[in-house]
């Protein structure tokens, strides 16, 4: 069965960084479009950051742009996510999240529908 596997999240200070990593297994992602998206305790469960199946562009919530960044290692089959200059409103959970299928279209590439495969999720907490 195919799956996503987070980790990397942890306790940080305000200010801090932290790297998750995802990691697939049992098919390969590197046709599908992948992203990290978060979600707080009392919220909807929010958009972060994407990047293309190629790796060729990367996309950012306003609330993220400058701190974070998105790569992936198609020959590892991993996708990773630098968080830099860490808030405490960035205290999530934190998903990793693969599209429907290869080459798969998304308009906007934030749209959680569009994500058919989902990691289990790690904490991150960034106390002030």
């Known amino acids: 069965q195919a799956q996503l596997v987070e980790s990397g999240g942890g306790l940080v200070q305000a200010g801090g960084s932290l790297k998750l990593s995802c990691a697939a297994s049992?098919?390969?992602?590197?046709?599908?479009?992948m992203g990290w998206f978060r979600q707080a305790p009392g919220k909807e469960r929010e958009f972060v950051a994407a990047?293309?199946?190629?790796?060729?562009?990367?996309y950012y919530a306003d609330s993220v742009k400058g701190r974070f960044s998105i790569s992936r290692d198609n020959a590892k089959n991993t996708v990773t996510l630098q968080m830099n200059s860490l808030k405490p409103e960035d205290t999530a959970v934190y998903y990793c999240?693969?599209?429907?299928?290869?080459?798969?279209?998304?308009?906007?590439?934030?749209?959680?529908?569009?994500?058919?495969?989902w990691g289990q999720g790690t904490q991150v907490t960034v106390s002030s």
């Open positions: 049992g098919r390969t992602f590197n046709n599908f479009n």
């Open positions: 990047i293309t199946w190629s790796g060729s562009y990367s």
């Open positions: 999240a693969a599209m429907r299928g290869p080459y798969y279209y998304s308009r906007t590439y934030s749209k959680i529908d569009d994500y058919a495969f």
